[in-house]
């Protein structure tokens, strides 16, 4: 093919030459891109522990646990999940139970079913969840504060009474018994 720099300069006779153009190596990288994510199919079937550094849909089965504490973990409609799971953000709307541990937040769309504890500091749970286990929303820095550092009059607080199981509780009340 003919191009225009490679044609003969009409004056000089000589070719006309341009400066070589340095050659760039790239190299490989392992940064995360957008759509770095990592699929569990329906077929699927895993027992053991999961790791790694993409975001994770499971459409299928896990058993076991799930380390994903800087990336985003969604539990597809059809996923059955019997793992404690440790995510960035973690998107409920199949089947699971352990624990949820969400760095960020931890959402229970309608279709869910969740039995274990949700640990984070934002929790949606979302019209027709089904969910059973408690939910902890302190910041990370209050969680690991020793009772001996807590201030004296968190330490003072009365804490809910009852003298009959189903009876309604009360704050330092005396309760007359039947």
Not at 17 to 43: F, H, L, M, W, Y
Not at 92 to 97: A, L, N
């Amino acid at each position: 093919m003919w191009k225009k720099e490679d044609a003969l300069d009409n004056e000089t006779a000589k070719p006309h030459q341009s400066e070589p153009k340095p050659v760039e190596k790239r190299e490989p990288t392992r940064a995360k891109t957008q759509g770095d994510r990592a699929n569990i199919g329906r077929s699927i079937t895993i027992k053991g522990d999961i790791s790694g550094d993409e975001d994770l849909v499971i459409q299928g089965a896990v058993e076991g646990s799930v380390n994903l504490k800087e990336n985003n973990v969604t539990i597809n409609s059809e996923g059955r999940v019997k793992a404690d799971i440790h995510g960035r953000t973690i998107t409920v709307e199949g089947h699971v139970e352990g624990d949820l541990l969400g760095e960020e937040q931890v959402v229970l769309s309608p279709s869910c079913r969740v039995r274990g504890n949700i640990t984070a500091p934002r929790v949606a749970l979302e019209d027709g969840a089904n969910f059973r286990g408690t939910i902890d929303m302190e910041a990370k820095t209050s969680r690991v504060t020793p009772l001996a550092q807590r201030s004296s009059a968190e330490k003072s607080t009365p804490q809910p009474q009852s003298d009959t199981v189903g009876a309604p509780a009360t704050m330092g009340a005396d309760v007359k018994k039947p």
